[in-house]
Antibody, heavy 119, light 112 residues
Framework: EVQLVESGGGLVQPGGSLRLSCAAS????????MNWVRQAPGKGLEWVSY????????YYADSVKGRFTISRDNAKNSLYLQMNSLRAEDTAVYYC????????????WGQGTLVTVSS | QSALTQPASVSGSPGQSITISCTGT?????????VSWYQQHPGKAPKLMIY???NRPSGVSNRFSGSKSGNTASLTISGLQAEDEADYYC????????????FGGGTKLTVL
């Protein structure tokens, strides 16, 4: 059974940092492109970042470029999102999502981890 | 402001059909067949319902179908059931330099 389990969310002050993790199981993690998608409370979905299966290609949304860093460790079946210089508008549930060979098509999602940026 | 435009809400009675639209531009919906649709129940993660405009993943009911005309994609749900009540989001690849994937603002489907 495919499983994606996020962790690392919590309350952080503006300007602070947080590192999210996503543990994958039930499939060959190294064969799949992965993404982070977030959802602010009561709002819609927002794509955050993409990483290719090997980690060699990475994209970011403009809203997080220069502040967030996506990475993966295929040996550990894990995806990461390092978030620096956090702002109030980064408050959201962050989901990791597996991509199905097609841009923007995510067939498995984690349960999400809540990041709250507040003083 | 969301890059793709969806109606905020739609409603229908059990057994009826409804259609949710998703309007973009030639840089996203109109330019590529990379439109997906997601269903999200409250407090749950999104679920992929349609990919590549009209393809259904294994396990998704054939009551769900997708199409596209020009810069507008559509999701049609036939034979509405109570469990279809949820939020629905479209997404598309975009050639914009600022994003790789854009989502719609979401549509709340109410089954009357």
């Amino acid at each position: 059974e495919v499983q994606l389990v996020e962790s690392g969310g919590g309350l952080v002050q503006p300007g602070g940092s947080l590192r999210l993790s996503c543990a994958a199981s039930g499939f060959t993690f190294s064969s799949y492109e992965m993404n982070w998608v977030r959802q602010a409370p009561g709002k819609g979905l927002e794509w955050v970042s993409y990483i290719s299966s090997s980690g060699s290609t990475i994209y970011y949304a403009d809203s997080v470029k220069g502040r967030f860093t996506i990475s993966r460790d295929n040996a550990k079946n894990s995806l990461y999102l390092q978030m620096n210089s956090l702002r109030a508008e980064d408050t959201a549930v962050y989901y990791c999502a597996r991509e199905v060979d097609v841009w923007g098509s995510y067939d498995y999602w984690g349960q999400g981890t809540l990041v709250t940026v507040s003083s | 402001q969301s890059a793709l435009t969806q109606p905020a809400s739609v409603s229908g009675s059990p057994g009826q059909s409804i259609t949710i639209s998703c309007t973009g531009t030639s840089s996203d919906v109109g330019g590529y067949n990379y439109v997906s649709w997601y269903q999200q129940h409250p407090g749950k993660a999104p679920k992929l319902m349609i990919y590549e405009v009209s393809n259904r993943p294994s396990g998704v009911s054939n009551r769900f179908s997708g199409s596209k005309s020009g810069n507008t994609a559509s999701l049609t749900i036939s034979g509405l059931q109570a469990e279809d009540e949820a939020d629905y989001y479209c997404s598309s690849y975009t050639s914009s330099s600022t994003l790789a994937v854009v989502f719609g603002g979401g549509t709340k489907l109410t089954v009357l």
